[in-house]
């Protein structure tokens, strides 16, 4: 049963996860910026938060037929909304790490994770205002 | 909490800079050197960089894996009193390039800087999150 708190909760829980699936992503792209021939990911976030919502985020259920079908349970998590970033100089090495943009976005994502957090937090002490009635 | 493994991709990311920063001071001390202990002048040395999943195919951190040594000729200076001269009075000194091995050293401290504000940051964020309702 969903009480009225969990709905409440739903979304934020989700954007939560989904910022710091993200965040992880955003790291390995800075933590491989002299990995030769690394190429940089990131999360399509509008898409996968509303793949999230309409809990679309795990892989399809495949019925596999044959010994050698691939694995669908090794996927990625969020793995349909996750992209390559395109390059605006490409470098001898073929890394596609561009520190600036990871910096930018890894700066915007650790904002917008705040901000996440603030909202619940902001959520649960208006609920328990309603709960005390103080 | 996925957050955790941006410690252990920054982490990855770290030591392998700091590996680097260790093969730099090595080449850096050896630029003048003429015979090591086996009797051959020294060959820098670079350390090679390999993605490596560091827990899921979501979290992609760093490791060495491999160091290589140049290839490059050793330096040769005319110095007929060194002990260690050729019949033509050449001495083989190593074949450090200074100026690559200053630049690789400022690039390797960039980059470990870099990951230990993503540390920074992921610390904070969790620590945001352990905060949640209090």
């Known amino acids: ?134 | 909490m996925s957050m955790f493994n941006v410690f252990a991709i920054a982490g990855s990311a770290l030591h392998a800079q700091s590996a680097r920063l260790n093969a730099t001071a090595s080449n850096l001390a050896n630029a003048d050197s003429v015979a090591g202990p086996d009797g051959q002048p020294y060959r820098a040395k670079q350390v090679v960089f390999t993605a490596a999943p560091v827990s899921g195919p979501n979290s992609v951190g760093v490791t060495v894996s491999n160091v290589v040594e140049s290839a490059e000729p050793g330096r040769l200076t005319y110095d007929p009193s060194n002990p260690a001269a050729n019949a033509e009075g050449y001495v083989e000194m190593s074949n450090v390039n200074v100026v690559e091995e200053m630049t690789n050293m400022i690039s390797a401290s960039r980059a470990y800087q870099n990951n230990a504000e993503v540390m920074n940051t992921a610390r904070t964020l969790l620590q945001r999150t352990l905060q949640i309702g209090q």
Request: no cysteine; aromatic share 8%.
């Open chain 1, 1 to 134: 049963m969903k009480t009225q708190l969990d709905s409440a909760l739903q979304f934020h829980q989700s954007a939560l996860n989904l910022q710091a699936q993200r965040q992880q992503m955003l790291a390995s792209n800075i933590a491989n910026a002299d990995t030769p021939n690394y190429k940089a990911r990131d999360i399509d976030f509008r898409s996968a938060l509303k793949g999230a919502l309409s809990e679309r985020m795990g892989p399809l259920a495949l019925a596999s037929t044959s010994s050698r079908h691939l694995d669908v349970a090794e996927q990625m998590q969020f793995g349909a909304y996750v992209g390559y970033r395109r390059e605006f100089q490409s470098s001898v090495d073929g890394n596609t790490v561009n520190m600036d943009v990871e910096r930018a976005a890894f700066a915007e994502n650790s904002v917008h994770y705040e901000a996440s957090v603030t909202f619940i937090n902001g959520l649960l002490r208006s609920m328990q205002t309603a709960i005390t009635g103080q």
